[in-house]
């Protein structure tokens, strides 16, 4: 008991200290995952509306697979993007393992099958009379898509939280490709498990706190714009 | 079954520039099934075409294969005398037209936003935009709505709305499927009504599905019938429900009763036609020995209490019966007589209450030869 509660005491010292390796470590996360979901996000919902649009031979099986990705274990993603990167791999002249581009790239791969499927489903859901209606209004195809995605806002928003959220929280991608070399790819999770190992709590409760607090406030952010899209 | 036309206007056109749309041997195929077959239809400038008929009878596909919606699977469709052909073409053509649907199929955002929205996929100034959108709010009665969230109008609201989006494009057609179901009868009547006198503003081509015949006479120049995906009958709405052009239309448009009898006799023209025990003398050239259908409209037969022999009367047809149902219809009176066989007639509310019409009076009815339709029997 008195271990807790000495970490907690700990943690919270270091938080209201101000201590920099706490707040080097809470930049990088943010910067590894927001850049992560941004991709996903552009590459995710292109295709996730032209998946959603258009019928094709095959395109049961791949929502099938987009779906069986958005529950991919990070470890097995961490696995495949180290031996693709490694340097005997297939991309290992590029040097990017135990970089943030591999961290990036591997949670690129986590996140876009979840921005994806949640894209799909979205357009799906829209009333194809609705469709119809915007066709007959004088929609160019390109017009249609920016309706459709307007139309689908708060199912997408769901995405980029629940994309965000994946990735912001895994740790085994990131220790695998990333390597949680101080300074350079230690994110929040990885340090949580180094500091975790090394029986320093209170750092690990530390950086607990503000991921805990991290994942909420952008959730936070997120929800405000969609219950006020909601309500327009 | 008198009526004023939109138009006013019956002529078919002696030009193909006086055509809006064309359809030549168009068919379309979905899932493997042929929707409508439709070898020749023509919609002409300025006129206002109601299409009828049965529900899945292809009445939907058809004008959305008009509207450019649907691709035909087979044939052609002409604007204006122009093949449409590549997707460039149609989607130039689709800003030139406008389509209302069943539901108001509004998107998320204001009023002003969904009428807006048109004008600015197809590139209108802004300076247009405005003035544009305020007349046609002002127009459906809904400019006091603008600010509205477009979701949260009642079903008559929106109504208002999606007909004031269409409206606000200027379109060379309007098309619209069943636009008026769905809505109390206040509601339905108020804005047929305010419907009707934006066609005679605007006198803009008009093409309506719908299934209320009284819409199709109230609004339209001339009905298409369409049944099993075939148009069976055009013309004019005095046409269609007088004289429909076989026993199924007839069903169909439910204006009178339907009889089935043989010719007897045909003098110049003056034939008479056995029912049963009971004669009937009509106008048409069948010859004897013919089967014969006849339509008799319900509001062209007129009920007598007394002994026929007491009255002088041009009607040919006098049938002495006993009333055996009755029930209101509006401001009218639906009335059964047993003449032997089945006659229904049509007689106003106060007619009923003069004659103290009740279920078991004796009547005569009493039927015109010339009010009655003859359809060969095949």
């Known amino acids: 008991m008195d271990l807790i509660l000495e970490g907690i005491i700990q943690a919270f010292k270091l938080l209201f200290q101000g201590d920099p390796e706490v707040w080097r470590v809470t930049g990088f996360s943010l910067v590894v995952s927001f850049s992560a979901t941004a991709i996903s996000l552009i590459v995710g919902v292109s295709v996730g509306t032209v998946i959603g649009l258009t019928r094709f031979w095959g395109r049961r099986f791949l929502v099938s697979l987009i779906n069986t990705g958005m529950g991919a274990p990070p470890v097995v993603v961490g696995l495949i993007v180290s031996l693709f990167l490694w340097r005997s791999g297939p991309f290992g002249i590029f040097h990017l393992m135990y970089t943030p581009y591999a961290m990036i790239i591997a949670q690129f791969i986590i996140s876009l099958p979840i921005i994806m499927g949640f894209t799909v489903a979205s357009i799906q859901q829209i009333d194809p009379k609705l469709r119809m209606q915007i066709t007959a209004l004088g929609a160019s195809n390109l017009q249609m898509v920016r309706l459709l995605l307007t139309e689908a806002r708060l199912p997408l928003l769901a995405a980029v939280m629940a994309g965000f959220g994946s990735i912001i929280s895994e740790v085994g991608a990131s220790m695998m490709v990333g390597g949680n070399i101080l300074g350079q790819t230690r994110v929040l999770t990885t340090a949580i498990v180094l500091e975790n190992s090394k029986g320093q709590f209170g750092m690990a409760i530390a950086l607990g706190i503000i991921l805990m607090i991290l994942v909420y406030l952008v959730n936070l952010i997120l929800t405000v714009v969609q219950q006020r899209s909601k309500v327009r | ?378």
């Open chain 2, 1 to 378: 079954m008198m009526r004023n036309t939109i138009a006013g206007n019956n002529k078919a056109p002696d030009s193909a520039s006086a055509l809006a749309i064309e359809l030549k041997d168009v068919t379309v195929v979905l899932g493997g099934k042929k929707i409508i077959d439709i070898p020749a239809f023509k919609v002409n400038s300025g006129e206002a075409l109601m299409i009828i008929g049965p529900n899945g009878s292809g009445k939907t596909t058809l004008l959305q294969s008009l509207a450019l919606l649907v691709k035909p699977s087979t044939g052609q469709v002409i604007y204006r005398g122009e093949p449409v052909h590549d997707s460039r073409q149609i989607l130039a053509l689709r800003r030139r037209i406008s389509v209302v649907f069943q539901e108001p199929l509004l998107l998320s955002g204001t009023v002003w936003d969904n009428v807006t929205l048109g004008l600015k996929l197809r590139s209108v100034e802004k300076d247009e935009i405005k003035p544009r959108v305020e007349k046609w709010l002002k127009r459906f009665g809904v400019i006091e709505l603008a600010k509205r969230q477009a979701r949260t109008l009642s079903g008559g609201e929106a109504k208002r709305v999606s007909l004031a989006r269409a409206f606000a494009l200027d379109p060379e057609v309007i098309f619209l499927d069943e636009p008026f179901t769905a809505l109390d009868s206040p509601t339905r009547q108020k804005l047929l009504e305010d419907f009707e006198s934006v066609l005679r503003e605007t006198r803009v081509t008009t093409v309506m599905v719908t299934h209320e015949h009284n819409e199709a006479l109230a609004l339209g120049d001339r009905i298409a019938v369409i049944m099993n995906g075939s148009i069976v009958q055009m013309g004019a709405p005095q046409e269609i429900f007088t004289a429909p052009a076989n026993e199924e239309i007839a069903n169909f448009v439910e204006t009178g009763n339907i009889l089935h009898g043989t010719v007897s006799e045909n003098s110049e023209g003056l034939a008479t036609i056995t029912i049963g025990q009971h004669e009937m003398d009509t106008c048409c050239e069948l010859k004897p020995g013919n089967s014969a259908i006849l339509l008799i409209p319900y509001d062209d037969i007129t009920l007598m209490l007394s002994n026929p022999e007491d009255h002088t009367t041009s009607a040919r047809n006098r049938f002495p019966g006993k009333v055996v149902k009755m029930f209101p219809t509006g401001s009218q009176m639906r009335v059964m007589v047993d003449c032997g066989f089945p006659l229904t007639a049509l007689i106003t509310r106060r007619s009923a209450e003069e004659m103290g019409l009740k279920e078991g009076s004796a009547v005569v009815a009493a039927v015109k030869a010339v009010s009655i339709h003859v359809i060969s029997r095949h």
